[in-house]
T-cell receptor, first 115, second 114 residues
Framework: GAVVSQHPSRVICKSGTSVKIECRSL??????MFWYRQFPKQSLMLMAT?????????EQGVEKDKFLINHASLTLSTLTVTSAHPEDSSFYIC???????????FGDGTRLSIL | DQQVKQNSPSLSVQEGRISILNCDYT??????FLWYKKYPAEGPTFLIS?????DKNEDGRFTVFLNKSAKHLSLHIVPSQPGDSAVYFC?????????????FGTGTRLQVTL
């Protein structure tokens, strides 16, 4: 089946650091990639949607200057959390989709901890 | 405003019995529904889906039922196995084309006991 690789799986860093998370579709071309954030015992909250070669579309309340998303190719999207602070600590999950009528496939997530 | 709701945060079922996970939604524009399974510290794994034009879809031990008039869907797992223990999320797709996106429920933790 489709595989989405997300890296790193865990990051611990100091406040003020910028952190980059990569999401790769390994065996299909991801026309669209999604970035989610999950708080403990809560649902996956969509942060932004990106289509290859286009600017990302951010959900209401998500700061685009804080969470920089790049989707430069059909197999790679990156999320950069800029100047991270403790409140940015969370579980970030990417997902990728080929065509709109196909299911989304998820990476294994990145646990981000800001000290 | 939670458009997709899973009102049971947890469910315990004996091995071999049927597990029924429920999901309700409020947006009548959703046209496609999916169930995902998630283990701790991993991303969700796609299980099964159903289009809004159908009322049932079956794949092995997994069957999803959709009741559009009630805006309700359910996932049946039979027979339940210990490896099915995980958190199950239902998701609903809205929007069209590349702008379509999923809205997730809050999840139901299924525990299959021996």
């Amino acid at each position: 089946g489709a595989v989405v690789s997300q890296h790193p799986s865990r990051v611990i860093c100091k406040s003020g650091t910028s952190v980059k998370i990569e999401c790769r579709s390994l065996d299909f071309q991801a026309t669209t990639m999604f970035w989610y954030r999950q708080f403990p015992k809560q649902s996956l909250m969509l942060m932004a949607t990106s289509n290859e070669g286009s600017k990302a579309t951010y959900e209401q309340g998500v700061e685009k200057d804080k969470f920089l998303i790049n989707h430069a190719s059909l197999t790679l999207s990156t999320l950069t959390v800029t100047s991270a602070h403790p409140e940015d600590s969370s579980f970030y999950i990417c997902s990728a989709r080929g065509q709109p009528n196909q299911p989304q496939h998820f990476g294994d997530g990145t646990r981000l901890s800001i000290l | 405003d939670q458009q997709v709701k899973q009102n049971s945060p947890s469910l315990s079922v004996q091995e071999g019995r049927i597990s029924i996970l429920n999901c309700d939604y409020t947006n009548s524009m959703f046209d496609y529904f999916l169930w995902y399974k998630k283990y701790p510290a991993e991303g969700p794994t796609f299980l099964i889906s159903i289009s809004s034009i159908k009322d049932k879809n079956e794949d092995g031990r997994f069957t999803v039922f959709l009741n559009k008039s009630a805006k309700h869907l359910s996932l049946h797992i039979v027979p339940s196995q210990p490896g099915d223990s995980a958190v199950y999320f239902c998701a609903a797709k809205g929007g069209t084309g590349t702008a379509s996106k999923l809205t997730f429920g809050t999840g139901t933790r299924l525990q299959v006991t021996l």
